[in-house]
């Protein structure tokens, strides 16, 4: 089982690099997406001063392997409400990940802040009365490490798989990650919402197809996320994916994160790229 907090770290090798080491705990046929951005965001965070994450946008250009990892924090623009920085994930010279991270200081808070809240919530069950994984299939491990690291407690079981029709294109369940659910650094805990937003993708995009189960694979293209609330947040957060169209090859899909108290704490979305599994 992996630590958000631990396996994300970053090390300062001087002007602007880190260094970092990629964990086998977050296996998804190789480093899970929003676990290799996360290393992005924690870089820009140890440089960025005392701010806060507001977006992440990425692309995906290379798989990781299980090693150690550079990244480079370039500075596009610092002011006093609002700064932009670059961050280029690399390997051995190789490219893995490029992204942008956009922060905010208090400065973009208090009176003139305007609020509003324009959507609903899903109308389901709260995680307490929600029955786990583990205790749903006490006797099968995960597939893949990664979903050891994540307590999950889905709304809708389906007990026989593969479904023997297709289901609707959405994917919803409450999440908590473990051994350690939060984290008092906002840019650690912002790592949450890359790993449980870019998470949201396949599953739901899977689902229409699953009951005659295509022999296909879909790698992620990019990432964006969305920073809605100030965090840290609490220890459950809603997956909310939607995945409203797949064409030409590209599958597209949204994503968005509740809170318990059902307070929209981030959202985003990417695209997939749908390919046949070698064989």
């Known amino acids: 089982m992996g630590d958000l907090g631990v396996d994300t770290a970053v090390e300062e090798v001087g002007d602007g690099r880190y260094r970092a ?23 820009v965070g140890a440089c960025a001063g005392d701010v806060r994450p507001a977006s992440f946008s990425c692309q995906y250009l290379g798989v990781a392997s299980f090693d150690e990892i550079d990244i480079e924090v370039v500075t596009l623009k610092a002011g006093r409400t609002v700064a932009f920085h670059r961050a280029s994930v690399t390997q051995a010279g190789r490219p893995i990940l490029e992204a942008m991270v956009c922060s905010i200081g208090e400065s973009a808070d208090g009176d003139h802040a305007l609020e509003h809240v324009e959507i609903d919530p899903p109308d389901v069950e709260g995680p307490d009365g929600l029955l786990s994984f583990d205790e749903l299939r006490p006797d099968e491990a995960p ?19 593969p479904p023997p029709e297709p289901l609707p294109a959405v994917w919803q369940q409450w999440l908590r990650f473990r051994p350690a659910a939060t984290f008092a650094d906002p840019w650690v805990d912002a790592c949450r919402a890359l790993v449980l937003v870019d998470i949201q993708s396949w599953p739901s995009a899977h ?14 293209l990019d990432l964006y996320v969305a920073f809605h609330e100030p965090n840290p947040w609490g220890e459950w957060l809603l997956a909310d994916g939607h995945s409203a169209v797949a064409s030409g090859g590209l ?29």
């Not at 597939?143 to 798989?161: A, T, V, Y």
């Not at 689902?207 to 992620?220: C, G, I, K, N, Q």
């Not at 597209?252 to 599994?277: D, F, H, I, Y």
């Open 21 to 43: 080491s990629v964990n086998k705990d977050w296996e998804i046929w190789g480093p899970m997406g929003g676990y290799a951005a996360a290393f992005a965001l924690r870089a």
């Open 143 to 161: 597939h893949f490490p990664f979903w050891d690291n994540l307590e999950g407690r889905p709304l809708q079981w389906i007990e026989d798989w």
């Open 207 to 220: 689902l229409p197809h699953a009951w005659r189960e295509p022999a296909v694979y879909a790698p992620s």
């Open 251 to 279: 599958i597209g899909w949204t994503g968005r994160l509740w809170s318990p108290e059902r307070r929209l704490v981030a959202s985003g979305g990417g695209q997939l790229l749908c390919r046949k599994l070698p064989g």
